[in-house]
């Protein structure tokens, strides 16, 4: 039993929101890509992401 100073009575903690997966799309054009590729390819690197990394490599090659 949790302590829920009766709130249990009304609201229930879960929600359609609870069973979502939310997901951020970002679009870059090429020349917005390019000043930061080096930031990027270090990054994935970093995370061993480096099929990542190879991609942003291969566009500016």
Do not use: Q, W, Y
């Not at 709130?7 to 951020?24: C, E, G, H, I, N």
């Not at 390019?34 to 090659?61: D, M, W, Y």
């Amino acid at each position: 039993m949790l302590p829920t100073s009766g709130t249990a009575r009304f609201f229930s903690p879960l929600s359609v929101d609870s069973f979502l997966k939310t997901m951020s799309v970002l679009e870059f054009d090429r020349s917005s890509l390019e000043p930061i590729s080096g930031e990027i390819t270090a990054l994935a690197e970093c995370e061993k992401l480096t099929a990542h990394a190879n991609s942003i490599r291969v566009r500016f090659e």
